[in-house]
């Protein structure tokens, strides 16, 4: 299932807005506000790219026949790469995001760009669940999942900038 999901940061630069997503102490406070019982950030930088990582476990905010499946808890692994920025200040990357133990992940690419006086971030991917018969049943309930985490990051973000 393909997801495409802008978010906007007014007034932002797009160097103030990488520099806050790229800050493990404010990735733990998103962490936290989304309710994660238990969560790990990992940043390295090199050259102006760098690499964003968390783990988080999560409580299982699914319909009861997902919930069944999963349980209580979701663990969900997402890895962020970020190319350095380009004349302009815009960066573009790569996400990719695991829900542990299951057969469901979105991968898909990131931009994130000065608009006028804001800088928008975007995710486009693909959001795939390999469960024979309801795997296509299940794909939207993750991609909402990820498109709220994306819209709450963003929310957090922008009381700070």
Same mark, same amino acid.
């Given at each position: 299932?393909?997801?495409?999901?802008?978010?906007?940061?007014?007034?932002?630069?797009?160097?103030?807005?990488?520099?806050?997503?790229?800050?493990?102490?404010?990735?733990?406070?998103?962490?936290?506000?989304?309710?994660?019982?238990?969560?790990? *950030?990992? #940043?390295?930088?090199? =050259?102006?790219?760098?690499?964003?990582?968390? !783990?988080? %476990? /999560?409580? +299982?905010?699914?319909? @009861?026949?997902?919930?069944?499946?999963?349980?209580?808890?979701?663990?969900?692994?997402?890895?962020?790469?970020?190319?350095?920025?380009?004349?302009?200040?815009?960066?573009?990357?790569? *996400?990719? #995001?695991?829900?542990? =133990?299951?057969?469901a992940s979105m991968?898909? !690419?990131? %931009? /994130?760009? +000065?608009?006028?006086? @804001?800088?928008?971030?975007?995710?486009?991917?693909?959001?795939?669940?390999?469960?024979?018969?309801?795997?296509?049943?299940?794909?939207?309930?993750?991609?909402?999942?990820?498109?709220?985490?994306?819209?709450?990051?963003?929310?957090?973000?922008?009381?700070?900038?």
């Amino acid at each position: 299932m393909k997801i495409e999901e802008t978010v906007t940061y007014p007034g932002a630069t797009p160097e103030a807005v990488f520099a806050l997503i790229s800050d493990p102490s404010f990735r733990d406070e998103v962490c936290t506000t989304m309710g994660a019982t238990r969560h790990d *950030v990992d #940043v390295t930088s090199q =050259g102006g790219a760098a690499t964003i990582t968390i !783990a988080r %476990t /999560l409580p +299982a905010d699914l319909p @009861d026949m997902l919930k069944k499946m999963v349980g209580d808890t979701v663990s969900v692994d997402q890895v962020e790469h970020w190319d350095a920025p380009d004349a302009s200040g815009d960066r573009t990357g790569r *996400v990719a #995001v695991d829900i542990k =133990g299951q057969p469901a992940s979105m991968k898909g !690419a990131t %931009t /994130l760009a +000065a608009r006028g006086d @804001d800088t928008v971030l975007t995710v486009v991917g693909d959001v795939t669940v390999k469960i024979p018969f309801i795997g296509k049943k299940v794909e939207p309930e993750v991609a909402k999942a990820i498109v709220q985490a994306l819209r709450l990051e963003c929310r957090e973000a922008n009381k700070k900038l």
